[in-house]
């Protein structure tokens, strides 16, 4: 169960000694298109993440290892594609391996890929209930592949007292190996994207 960072005090912080953490950040994206409003409560969550983070190391534990959805190489590599991909998780990555700590590879490649295509499929939509049945069989056998090699990256490569970083959707299905203590990022700003987003659906469906 992920740890409310609020509620973590000095003398509770000593158990986390010597045992793996990970910092569980919600993995947010602007597209092309994305309202200047949006765009500015997406600055503000990024910056409380940050500073969240700042706060955890101080009392739990420096961050040693990064983990990030859809990177799929380790240390310099991994660092040029998540440039591309996130700007925002990538300065405050790029800021802990200033620091000393390593961005990991989690994601497997194909099955990464596999799953996008299924997902594509998903949203045009069938006509036939067959085709349908068959096409969600398949993303979900590839999402879950692709959550176990997450996983086993993850166990494999997170040492004994080390702190770590992950970047991941918030509809995610990695199962947390056991000895791993999972504190959750949330600042204040999401609950205002939360807001901001069915605020903008019920308009939406008032409109139609």
């Given at each position: 169960m992920a740890e409310e960072i609020g509620k973590i005090e000095k003398p509770e912080a000593e158990s986390f000694k010597g045992r793996r953490k990970i910092y569980l950040v919600p993995l947010l994206f602007a597209g092309p298109d994305a309202?200047?409003?949006?765009?500015?409560?997406l600055d503000r969550y990024w910056s409380q993440v940050g500073e969240h983070?700042?706060?955890l190391e101080a009392s739990i534990g420096k961050v040693k290892r990064i983990f990030h959805e859809l990177i799929t190489q380790s240390g310099?590599?991994?660092?040029?594609?998540?440039?591309?991909?996130n700007q925002s998780s990538f300065q405050i990555t790029s800021?802990?391996?200033?620091?000393?700590?390593?961005?990991?590879?989690?994601?497997d490649k194909e099955l990464a890929d596999e799953l996008m295509d299924w997902e594509r499929f998903l949203m045009a939509g069938f006509v036939s209930q067959k085709v349908a049945g068959i096409v969600s069989e398949f993303y979900t056998e590839a999402s879950k592949k692709r959550y176990e090699h997450m996983t086993k990256r993850i166990d494999e490569t997170l040492q004994d007292g080390e702190a770590s970083i992950l970047f991941i959707r918030e509809r995610h299905s990695v199962q947390f190996p056991s000895g791993i203590d999972?504190?959750?990022?949330?600042?204040?700003a999401l609950d205002d994207i939360y807001r901001w987003v069915r605020d903008r659906a019920s308009?939406?469906?008032?409109e139609q």
């Open positions: 309202p200047a409003e949006y765009i500015e409560k983070i700042v706060k310099e590599d991994g660092l040029r594609v998540l440039e591309k991909l800021e802990k391996c200033r620091q000393g700590a390593v961005i990991e590879a989690l994601d999972v504190f959750s990022v949330s600042p204040p308009q939406g469906q008032g």
